[in-house]
C-alpha cells in the first residue's frame, strides 16, 4: 500500500513536496490517491491525505464514513491531517517515513491514538521509510 502511495507521490507538480496518499477499501481495493498539491492549488489544506479522503468518500459507498478503510501515506501526516482521517473513521493507518518536525502519529503529537477519541485507527509508521524519505531528500536537495 505504501508502495502504491510512493507512485502517488510521483506524480505531485514539481514545486509540491512529494508526498501521496491512497485510500483502500476494507477488500484492499483502491478508492482514490493523491499527492500533495499545496503550491499547484495554492490551497494550504490541499494535503496528499486530505485529497485522498475526499476523493475516496466522494465513491465510497458509505460516503464519509470510511469504515473499514486504510490510509497509506509515505509521511507521517501533520495534525490536520490526523485529526481528518479520524473524522473520516478510517481504521488503519500506515505510513513511510516520520516527520520528527510536524509529526502528529508519534512524533510531536499522536493525535490518532489519543485516548481521550472514541475512534482510533490502528496505526504502522516506517514502511518502507528509507525509499519514502530518499524521495523527500532528493526533492529538498535539488531546491537548495
Ligand atoms: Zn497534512
Known amino acids: 500500500m505504501v508502495r502504491v502511495a510512493l ?19 476494507a477488500e484492499g481495493r483502491e478508492l482514490a490517491r493523491a499527492a500533495n498539491a499545496r503550491e499547484a492549488l495554492g490551497d494550504p489544506t490541499a494535503h496528499a491525505e486530505i485529497l485522498a479522503l475526499r476523493r475516496a468518500a466522494a465513491v465510497h459507498g458509505d460516503r464519509w464514513r470510511l469504515e473499514g478503510a486504510t490510509l497509506a501515506v509515505t509521511l507521517e501526516p501533520c495534525t490536520m491531517c490526523a485529526g481528518a482521517l479520524v473524522l473520516a473513521r478510517v481504521d488503519r493507518l500506515v505510513f513511510g517515513a516520520w516527520e520528527p518536525k510536524t509529526g502528529a502519529v508519534g512524533s510531536l503529537w499522536d493525535v490518532v491514538r489519543d485516548r481521550r477519541l472514541n ?26
Not at 514539481?14 to 496518499?21: S, Y
Open 119 to 144: 475512534h482510533r485507527p490502528e496505526v504502522r509508521g516506517g514502511v518502507l521509510e528509507p525509499q519514502c524519505a530518499a524521495l523527500l531528500d532528493q526533492f529538498f536537495r535539488t531546491r537548495r
Open 7 to 25: 507512485a502517488a507521490a510521483a506524480t505531485a507538480g514539481k514545486h509540491d513536496v512529494p508526498v501521496g496518499a491512497v485510500v483502500f477499501d
